[in-house]
């Protein structure tokens, strides 16, 4: 007979230690890079360790994120990276969410400096997607169900534009709106040293542009790239001898829906709702709108941009095309959101997209985001990313205030 | 705060399974895990948690399998790259630093739907370096390190030929164990020299299962169960990251142990442990891995093992359960069958081949070729 626990727990939160970042590092993002994933990873981690002042010899343990294995042909790609991302001898672990890997690898961070195991914990980032030949696309082949959908032939893309045309049609958004985002990003992306595709681009640019699969055009999608991105995440002690003015995790979330995404009303992300329910309680955030100052949604998809800012409560369901058309999203509006550049205007290395999520969130909290700084007083922000089938949202709030 | 296993779960394991996909597999461990644990996991589950590579199940992003046989949906659920034994790190370090109060972890192996099990492995290699090398099968990496280190430790045929014998036999009380047998040193010896000096019998074959863990803090621990079995210390490590660089005496799993081992608090290894679960994919391996946990001192090993003392009667009996060459290699789920193993002995549950004497046991894998990385669980009551 099963015995039930009478009462649902909740999540207790009662960690052992706070959580500060100290330290950030990317490399450029191109489509096509001359390094090896390794060396990658070496550059952001040299520059991570840099911007701490620590060296390989103080870290403790190291976390990688990569997404999908196909791209680079190699198979436990984790193994791989292991010694260009200084994970040679010491624990080290990769971990995987699909393209939700982005910020899901600094939630593990997160864990092991938060239950004690680790008091300097390396987060590694990595993607090398022009390996896979002709196209990364071909790599997403062998992500579907092998019997339900692979007989379809289906791609990304248009599985995107089912979704993007479900937001459009349930919220009765126009293209025109969407393509706001596209334009926002790719011109915040002009003062990040290390875009791909940043640009002054018009409305009409990304209406006119190449359809790929209507609705969806070529400039409201971001590029492959290559690229690596790396975070270092300490514990209080140690960050009081680092710096002053370190940057906190006040809250992390993640939530994983459903295979079976053709049962799912795609007009609202169910899964970064859920995740940043998870992280505002740790965070205790009650009002999201009011309480974030600075926002680095998921965007490699414009229209994704404003779905997830509704799905992490920056918005009402169908209000984010709005704020955006009044410039409340804009690096000197009231919720700046993307002022990295995001991926529409940085670029898209899966895993490595923390570069433009958990790194920016952390480098405009700690006022070091130069060119990209938002113009408001910034003391909370969050940074979320997405990815499998459109299936996992992962969450973190960041704060400069303890 | 302690973590505790409160309820244990697997399927299998069997030579091939043609009428369970990967994903009933999955199932059938979970749902008798969650069902030993007392537990709804749509209510009171707070971390799922999957160990799997994505070549190994032939998928490009594995993750998205995940939720709906475990009952995960709408949860924290996420996909650690790594043996079992990575996975009950990271519930551990869940349960540690308050993210979750009960956590469940799963590891699966489908390995007979596995084509081109060689072709797999080869890319895992360094395409540069290591990729090009000839055309041979994967295990002349194990056979080039069984090489060198019987040659360092002066180990011969017949002591690691002993290993077989006695997992295959232990096997034999084991309902779950496909490749048992009753045999001897000589029908070992009379095994083809496959990758000389590794002979066929010495490489653990392939074998399907699934196993799911649900772990919970010290405080529900108390309220589900009367027999919880504390996960006393946890640890892993890399070495580097192919065979070109490691050093071939299992240096990851000395230093995972070493991490482990301070957790639970333990100075020496051979007195306090009761029993041992070891990666024994090939033969040699358990020598290796028995070293690597301080169980015996290096050069000694190999006699200790054909004199008798890891046997199930022996002083420190490692793999009574019959381990990988009695079991099979089950890719990442071979930590989960290992702490497996030591769970069920530790909680009386072993059936026939339950030890009189087990209080503190430590379950250890290692990722495979052609990786130096591995992780080790202490276990106690």
Not at chain 1, 113 to 131: I, N, P, T, W
Not at chain 2, 74 to 103: E, R, V, W
């Amino acid at each position: 007979m099963i015995m039930e626990v009478e009462k649902i727990k909740g999540l207790k939160f009662a960690k052992k230690q706070d959580v500060a970042i100290v330290g950030a590092g990317m490399t450029t993002w191109k489509r096509r890079l001359n390094e090896t994933g390794k060396e990658l990873s070496y550059i952001a981690v040299k520059q991570a360790l840099e911007e701490a002042g620590l060296t390989i010899d103080d870290v403790e343990m190291v976390v990688m994120g990569s997404a999908p294995d196909t791209f680079d042909g190699l198979h436990m790609k984790g193994e791989y990276l292991l010694d260009g991302s200084g994970g040679s001898d010491r624990p080290y672990m990769r971990v995987f969410v699909g393209g939700g890997t982005g910020v899901f690898a600094p939630i593990a961070g997160y864990w092991h400096v938060a239950s004690g195991l680790a008091d300097v914990c390396l987060v590694v980032c990595e993607e090398k997607m022009s390996s896979c030949y002709p196209h990364p696309q071909s790599g997403f082949k062998y992500i579907w169900d092998p019997i339900l959908d692979r007989p379809l032939n289906p791609n990304l893309i248009w599985i995107f534009a089912l979704e993007m045309r479900r937001y459009m049609h349930v919220n009765n958004i126009k293209h025109e709106d969407i393509a706001l985002v596209s334009v926002k990003n790719k011109a915040n992306a002009l003062d990040h040293p290390c875009a791909q595709v940043a640009e002054k681009i018009t409305v009409e640019d990304v209406l006119n542009s190449e359809p790929m699969a209507l609705p969806v055009r070529r400039l409201d999608v971001s590029p492959p790239s290559d690229g690596a991105a790396a975070l270092i995440m300490v514990a209080p002690h140690i960050a009081r001898q680092l710096t002053d003015e370190p940057v906190w995790v006040d809250g992390v979330g993640w939530a994983l829906d459903t295979t079976m995404w053709y049962n799912r009303d795609l007009y609202f992300p169910r899964y970064v709702a859920e995740a940043a329910k998870m992280a505002y309680k740790m965070a205790h955030i009650t009002d999201p709108r009011k309480e974030i100052d600075v926002a680095e949604p998921y965007d490699p998809f414009d229209y994704k941009e404003l779905h997830h800012m509704e799905g992490l409560g920056l918005a009402r369901k169908g209000e984010a095309p709005i704020l955006t058309r009044e410039g409340v999203t804009a690096r000197d509006g009231d919720l700046p959101t993307c002022p990295s550049g995001g991926l529409l205007g940085v670029g898209n290395p899966i895993a490595a997209t923390m570069g433009v999520k958990a790194c920016e969130l952390y480098w405009q909290l700690a006022y070091r985001a130069g060119k990209r700084q938002v113009a408001k007083e910034v003391t909370t922000g969050v940074c979320q990313a997405w990815g499998d089938l459109m299936q996992v949202g992962t969450v973190m709030v960041m704060s400069n205030k303890r | 705060m302690r973590v505790a296993v409160v309820g244990v779960g697997y399927s299998g394991f069997n030579a091939n399974t043609p009428d369970l996909s990967w994903k009933e597999l999955m199932f059938e461990a979970a749902v008798r895990a969650y069902e030993d644990a007392g537990i709804n996991p749509r209510r009171d589950v707070d971390s799922f948690i999957t160990c799997a590579e994505d070549i190994w199940e032939g998928f490009a992003i594995f993750d998205e399998f995940v939720p709906d046989q475990l009952g995960a949906v709408l949860k924290p659920t996420c996909t650690i790259c790594g043996d079992f034994i990575y996975g009950l790190a990271t519930a551990y370090m869940h349960i540690k630093s308050g993210l979750a109060d009960i956590a469940v972890v799963e590891a699966h192996s489908k390995a007979s739907d596995i084509l081109t099990f060689g072709g797999a492995i080869k890319f895992a290699m360094d395409p540069v370096w290591l990729r090009q090398i000839g055309n041979a099968h994967p295990y002349y990496f194990a056979a080039l390190e069984m090489s060198q280190y019987v040659n360092e430790c002066c180990i011969d045929e017949e002591q690691v030929a002993s290993v077989v014998v006695k997992n295959k036999n232990n096997a034999r009380l084991n309902p779950s164990a496909p490749y048992s047998g009753r045999i001897g040193v000589e029908d070992v010896l009379n095994s083809p020299m496959v990758f000389d000096p590794l002979r066929k019998i010495e490489i653990a074959p392939r074998a399907d299962g699934a196993i799911v863990f649900v772990l919970a803090s010290d405080e529900i621990a108390k309220e589900l169960t009367d027999l919880p079995v504390w996960l006393k210390g946890v640890g892993w490590w890399s070495e580097t990251s192919n065979y070109d660089t490691m050093s071939f005496n299992a240096l990851y799993a000395a230093k995972a142990a070493k991490m482990a081992y301070k957790m639970a608090g333990i100075t020496n290894a051979a007195k306090e442990i009761d029993f041992a679960e070891v990666d024994d994919r090939f033969a040699f391996k358990e020598i290796q891995h028995i070293e690597a946990l301080e169980l015996s001192k290096r050069f000694e090993t190999a006699t200790l093992m054909a004199e008798g003392y890891f046997d199930r009667s022996g002083e420190i009996p490692v793999n009574v359960s019959g381990g990988n060459l009695g079991i099979g290699n089950l890719l990442e789920a071979t930590g989960g069958q290992k702490s497996l193993e030591v769970v069920l002995q530790l909680r009386g549950q072993a059936g026939k081949r339950q030890l009189s004497k087990a209080e503190t046991g430590v379950a250890q894998a290692w990722r495979y070729i052609p990786t130096a990385s591995g992780a080790v669980a202490v276990f106690g009551v």
